[in-house]
């Protein structure tokens, strides 16, 4: 089935450690998204990718990067420099030149420990 | 600036109640309106989507959402609420052309049985 992976589904991890959490999608879709979500405060987007080999902060992108090497797939890297970590994290994709409705992954969820 | 608001943090209603979840967004000009709903620990799924035409939307188990330009509002709503239907949901918009999706801070829903 079409859609969208995220590994690992839950992740820990020791202060001062860096953690990247994997997102791959097989939906052939060119915009791939990372959102940040903590209760009481919605989706807040990291980075986003609309093609291959580019890619664009987001509204809290201090702390983490990115890379999109491939369509398919779009992995987040949570450095030691992102103060706060401990979050839901979700990836999402849509097509480029479409409406923008987005199709979600299940979500990594990384505790700091 | 661009912005999403849901008026309501949290709502309780009894099953086999009505239902309606506020959405109020800024935008000058004609935006893409969507509804999605999160499970606990869940990605989110879209529940309905306008993007031109009749104003009254149909999405799936059974709910609804009228677009008012006037109002800038895009509300969501159910005759009839189910246990099952008590979930998280979120407003988004995206202005045409632009390349990323804004998202309310939610409205967490609970059901009394």
């Known amino acids: 089935d079409g859609g969208i992976t995220q590994s690992p589904k839950y992740l820990f991890r020791k202060e001062g450690q860096n953690v990247t959490l994997s997102c791959e999608q097989n939906?052939?879709?060119?915009?791939m998204y990372w959102y940040r979500q903590d209760p009481g405060q919605g989706l807040r987007l990291i980075y986003y990718s609309q093609i291959v080999n580019d890619f664009q902060k987001g509204d809290i992108a201090e702390g983490y990067s990115v890379s999109r090497e491939k369509k398919e797939s779009f992995p987040l890297t949570v450095t030691s420099a992102q103060k706060n970590p401990t979050a839901f994290y979700l990836c999402?994709?849509?097509?480029?030149?479409?409406?923008?409705?987005?199709?979600f992954g299940e979500g990594s969820r990384l505790t700091v420990l | 600036a661009q912005s999403v608001t849901q008026p309501d943090i949290h709502i309780t209603v009894s099953e086999g109640a009505s239902l309606e979840l506020r959405c109020n967004y800024s935008?000058?000009?004609?935006?893409?309106l969507f509804w999605y709903v999160q499970s606990p620990g869940q990605g989110l799924q879209l529940l309905l989507k306008?993007?031109?035409?009749?104003?009254l939307v149909q999405g799936i188990k059974g709910f609804e959402a009228e677009f008012k330009r006037s109002q800038s509002s895009f509300n969501l709503r159910k005759p009839s609420v189910h246990w099952s239907d008590a979930a998280e949901y979120f407003c988004a918009v995206v202005v045409e052309g632009a390349q990323k999706l804004v998202f309310g801070q939610g409205t967490r829903l609970t059901i009394n049985p």
């Open positions: 939906l052939n879709h060119d915009a």
């Open positions: 935008y000058g000009a004609t935006p893409y």
């Open positions: 306008y993007f031109s035409g009749d104003t």
């Open positions: 999402a994709s849509s097509d480029r030149g479409g409406t923008g409705e987005l199709f």
